[in-house]
């Protein structure tokens, strides 16, 4: 909004509401954005903590996914090395 536009919304308004009103009409203005800037800033932060924990339950899924894969080789692995070891000592 460059100055021009600002000085006519701000000459209608004194037009339509009057002098004596303004301030109060400007305070009322204030109150109302700070409130949706709140509002802005708390929806904001849910969501991010909802992406947070969504993320952390796919990586949970893809860890347990992933020591259901690597833990029996893991096993088997252990086992052949034992038995290796078995043989060494027979």
Aim: net charge neutral.
């Amino acid at each position: 909004m460059n100055s021009s536009e600002f000085l006519l919304i701000l000459v209608v308004a004194v037009i339509v509401f009057g002098p004596n009103k303004l301030p109060m009409l400007a305070r009322h203005l204030g109150l109302a954005m700070r409130k949706v800037n709140q509002f802005k800033n708390q929806a904001q932060l849910l969501w991010e903590q909802q992406l947070n924990e969504l993320q952390l339950q796919d990586n949970l899924r893809k860890a347990e996914e992933a020591d259901k894969h690597y833990l029996p080789n893991e096993q088997i692995k252990r086992q052949n090395d034992q038995q290796v070891d078995g043989n060494k000592e027979a």
